[in-house]
C-alpha cells in the first residue's frame, strides 16, 4: 500500500450507537431550498435547461441579478412544524437541509458574512426553526453544506499561484468557522453532507479536509460525514490511493443506485434521488420523466435490499409550501410505509440469488426471518426463492393481514411461494420464515 497521511483512518464500518441509527434509517428526505427556488428554473421569460439550484451559473443571467434575490425573499407561508409533520407522515427517519448551497446564501444568520437570511425581509433563522421542529417529531437532523462557495471572492477552482494560494487560506478558515458555528448553533445535529468538492483547489486541500473532519468530530462526537468531503494525500476523492473509502458512508449516488452489491463495495451507503429527472432546488416546469410513487417505491426497496438507504429529494417554493406532486407522493409513500415499513426500517442485504419478482430485506435482529418486497408479480403466480446452502423455508405469508402462502420445494433447494391471484395492484411483502438445514449454519449476510 501507499503511506497516506490523509487517506482513511479506518478500514470496515462504522460500529458505534450513531452509525447503527443511521443504517437502520432506510428511508431519507433532502430539502434544497434558497434563492434559486424564487427563479424556479426561469429568467426573463426563458427556461434554464441545467438544474435550477444552479441557475447563477447560466450565462444569461447576471450574477449582479442573482445576487441581489436576498432583498425579496420573504417565505411567508413557511411552516416549520407543517414540513416535520409531511416527512413523519412520508416515514422518514432523517432529513438533510441545504444551509449554504454554491450560491454561498446563508439560510442561518451566520457571522462570517452577510449574505445570509437575516438580512432577507424574512429575517428568522430558517435552519433553527428546521432543526427544531423535525427533532420535535424524531426525524434526525444532517446539514447539507456546499464547499464551492461562488459568492465568496476567497474561492477558487484552482489554485495557480501564490495570490491564490493566500485567498484560499483564508477561504478554509472562513469555511471552518461556518461549520463550528454550526455545532455551536444546532447541537441537535447528527452530521453534515457535504458537497461542490470536486475541484482541483480541494483536491489539494487533502490535509485540511482530513483536520476539518477530525475537528468537527472532536467538537460534536459521532458526528457522521460522507465520503465526498475528503480528499487524500494526492488529491483522490471517495476512494483514497489504496482504495479505502474515506468517510463514514459513501456519498456518491446521486440520482443513480448501484445494480448489484458488489457495486457497493460493502460499505454503507446512500443514495439521493430527485422525483424529476435533474434539478433539487424549486423549479417551476419539471422536464421530462416525473418518477411515480411505485417507482420511487421500488427504489427504497432496491437501495434497502443492497444495505443503502434512499433519500428523496423535495425543493419547496419561494413561499415556503411544496408543489402538488411532492405532497401527493410523501402521502402515497407514507401510506406504503404505514403498512410496509417493518421489510423498511433496520434492514440489510440478503445473500441470496436476485430474483425478477423483486427485492430480498431481512431485519437485523433476526436471522430466521426473510422479507420478499414484490413488484413485478409473474404471470405463474410463482414466486422463485433460492436461499443460501442449509437455509429451509418454513413458512410464507403477507406482512399485510397474515394470510399464509404454500411454498412448494423444487428438487434442488430452490422453492416457489405461490401467490393468491388476488391481481395485486400496489408493491405488497411477503414474510419468510426460515430455519437451519441439518449441520447447517445460518450464512444470511448480516452486514452489521
Ligand atoms: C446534491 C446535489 N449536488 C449538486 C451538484 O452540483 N451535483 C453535480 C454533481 C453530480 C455528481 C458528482 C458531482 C457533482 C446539486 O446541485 C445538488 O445539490
Known amino acids: 500500500t501507499i503511506p497516506l497521511l490523509h487517506g482513511a483512518h479506518r478500514i470496515g464500518k462504522r460500529m458505534d450507537v450513531d452509525m447503527n441509527r443511521w443504517r437502520g434509517y432506510g428511508l431519507g428526505q433532502f430539502i434544497h431550498w434558497g434563492l434559486y427556488s424564487i427563479l424556479g428554473g426561469d429568467y426573463n421569460g426563458k427556461h434554464y435547461n441545467g438544474a435550477a439550484e444552479w441557475i447563477r451559473s447560466w450565462n ?90 461562488w459568492h465568496n471572492p476567497d474561492w477558487r477552482y484552482d489554485l495557480k499561484s501564490a495570490s491564490d494560494t493566500i485567498a484560499f487560506n483564508k477561504f478554509k478558515k472562513f469555511t471552518q468557522s461556518q461549520l463550528e458555528e454550526q455545532l455551536r448553533m444546532y447541537p441537535q445535529i447528527k452530521g453534515f453532507w457535504f458537497d461542490g468538492t470536486w475541484d482541483n483547489s480541494w483536491k489539494k486541500s487533502g490535509a485540511f479536509s482530513d483536520s476539518l473532519d477530525q475537528d468537527l468530530k472532536r467538537i460534536h462526537p459521532g458526528l457522521i460525514i460522507g465520503s465526498r468531503l475528503r480528499a487524500d494525500d494526492y488529491g483522490k476523492r471517495h476512494f483514497d490511493s489504496n482504495g ?29 434521488m430527485t422525483i424529476p429527472e435533474n434539478g433539487w432546488g424549486y423549479a417551476k416546469q419539471w422536464m421530462g420523466h416525473w418518477k411515480t410513487s411505485d417507482e420511487l417505491i421500488e427504489m427504497l426497496a432496491k437501495c434497502v435490499s443492497l444495505d443503502g438507504n434512499f433519500v428523496l429529494n423535495f425543493g419547496p417554493k419561494p413561499n415556503g409550501t411544496f408543489r402538488q406532486k411532492e405532497v401527493a407522493d410523501a402521502k402515497a409513500i407514507g401510506d406504503w410505509m404505514k403498512i410496509n415499513n417493518t421489510a423498511i426500517y433496520n434492514c440489510a442485504h440478503v445473500n441470496w440469488e436476485k430474483q425478477d419478482w423483486g427485492y430480498f430485506t431481512t431485519p437485523t435482529s433476526q436471522d430466521d426471518k ?79
Not at 454554491?102 to 437575516?118: A, M, Q, R
Not at 440520482?255 to 446512500?270: C, S, V, Y
Not at 410463482?382 to 412448494?408: C, F, H, M
Not at 416457489?416 to 411477503?430: A, S, W
Open 60 to 149: 444569461q443571467l447576471p450574477n449582479a441579478v442573482y445576487d441581489s434575490l436576498y432583498k425579496q425573499f420573504n417565505p411567508k407561508d413557511f411552516n416549520a412544524d407543517k414540513w416535520a409533520a409531511m416527512a413523519k407522515q412520508m416515514g422518514v427517519k432523517y432529513v438533510t437541509i441545504t444551509t449554504k448551497h454554491h450560491d454561498g446564501f446563508c439560510l442561518w444568520p451566520s457571522k462570517y458574512t452577510s449574505y445570509n437570511i437575516s438580512n432577507t425581509p424574512y429575517k428568522k433563522d430558517i435552519i433553527k426553526q428546521i432543526v427544531d421542529a423535525y427533532t420535535k417529531v424524531g426525524i434526525d437532523v444532517y446539514l447539507y453544506f456546499s464547499v464551492m462557495d
Open 244 to 272: 479505502r473509502l474515506m468517510g463514514d458512508y459513501e456519498q456518491g449516488w446521486e440520482r443513480t443506485i448501484p445494480e448489484t452489491f458488489a457495486d457497493t463495495h460493502g460499505n454503507d451507503w446512500e443514495c439521493d
Open 370 to 448: 426473510v422479507y420478499m418486497i414484490v413488484f413485478n408479480v409473474p404471470v405463474s403466480g410463482a414466486l422463485r426463492v433460492l436461499p443460501t446452502k442449509n437455509i429451509l423455508l418454513k413458512k410464507a405469508y403477507l406482512l399485510d393481514g397474515d394470510k399464509q402462502l404454500s411454498i412448494e420445494k423444487l428438487d434442488g433447494s430452490a422453492y416457489f411461494v405461490h401467490l393468491p391471484n388476488e391481481g395485486q395492484k400496489q408493491p405488497f411483502v411477503v414474510v419468510l420464515e426460515t430455519e437451519k438445514g441439518k449441520n447447517g449454519k445460518q450464512d444470511i449476510n448480516k452486514h452489521i
